[in-house]
């Protein structure tokens, strides 16, 4: 698994649980390091330890874990790039939506190895969408749980996730009801970076 994914654990679970709790898990994972390297590509075994001591130690349901995980990456004010990522995708949350299917993409033009799994959005009706999570990293579907709750929030719209579960050669599901896309007042994002 890319580093920058197993660092974003890392970094989740020391901001929330703290540095020593963190620790703690690495011992319990007896990987014999306490800190991944965002640019290296780790074994799956070691991802996969890894994620089964967070579970163990945080007494919690790893998909649990890893839709805080997605929050997390968008509302935490120290990973602030991967919420102006996300919020290129469009000036409501229903163009965000639809900017889904190039996230990988986008991702990889920021960091060129790093190969998220594909996502499809499907749109029955006004504010009735369906996102397909493809397979390729465990928990990824949870993941965009979170992050599809905190652009919502970033947002100001009210909308209803119901991840599915696994359908056909792996593939996750969630279904987004968008019920208000301005049931309140979004957090404020300007185009340009703010450098000063």
Same mark, same amino acid.
């Given at each position: 698994?890319?580093?920058?994914?197993?660092?974003?654990?890392?970094?989740?679970?020391?901001?929330?649980?703290?540095?020593?709790?963190?620790?703690?898990?690495?011992?319990?994972?007896?990987?014999?390091?306490?800190?991944?390297?965002?640019?290296?590509?780790?074994?799956?075994?070691?991802?996969?330890?890894?994620?089964?001591?967070?579970?163990?130690?945080?007494?919690?349901?790893?998909?649990?874990?890893?839709?805080?995980?997605?929050?997390?990456?968008?509302?935490?004010?120290?990973?602030?790039?991967?919420?102006?990522?996300?919020?290129?995708?469009?000036?409501?949350?229903?163009?965000?939506?639809?900017?889904?299917?190039? /996230?990988?993409?986008? *991702?990889?033009?920021?960091? =060129?190895?790093?190969? +998220?799994?594909?996502?499809? %959005?499907? $749109?029955?009706?006004?504010?009735?969408?369906?996102?397909?999570?493809?397979?390729?990293?465990?928990?990824?579907?949870?993941?965009?749980?979170?992050? /599809?709750?905190?652009? *919502?929030?970033?947002?100001? =719209?009210?909308?209803? +996730?119901?991840?599915?579960? %696994?359908? $056909?050669?792996?593939?996750?599901?969630?279904?987004?009801?968008?019920?208000?896309?301005?049931?309140?007042?979004?957090?404020?994002?300007?185009?340009?970076?703010?450098?000063?």
């Amino acid at each position: 698994m890319h580093g920058l994914i197993n660092r974003a654990i890392q970094a989740f679970v020391s901001k929330t649980y703290g540095e020593e709790r963190w620790t703690e898990i690495m011992d319990d994972a007896g990987l014999g390091f306490t800190e991944f390297e965002a640019m290296l590509i780790y074994p799956d075994d070691q991802s996969q330890k890894m994620l089964a001591a967070v579970e163990r130690n945080l007494e919690r349901p790893l998909p649990e874990i890893l839709e805080d995980l997605g929050t997390f990456l968008v509302s935490n004010p120290e990973v602030e790039s991967l919420r102006r990522l996300l919020r290129f995708g469009g000036v409501n949350y229903s163009e965000f939506l639809h900017s889904l299917d190039d /996230l990988p993409d986008r *991702a990889r033009l920021a960091v =060129s190895d790093l190969h +998220l799994p594909g996502l499809e %959005l499907d $749109e029955s009706s006004p504010g009735q969408f369906r996102l397909r999570c493809q397979a390729g990293i465990p928990g990824y579907a949870q993941v965009m749980m979170g992050v /599809l709750r905190a652009m *919502a929030d970033d947002y100001g =719209s009210l909308v209803m +996730l119901d991840h599915e579960g %696994l359908g $056909e050669e792996g593939v996750e599901e969630i279904a987004i009801t968008v019920v208000e896309t301005e049931f309140a007042e979004g957090r404020a994002f300007e185009l340009g970076a703010n450098l000063l």
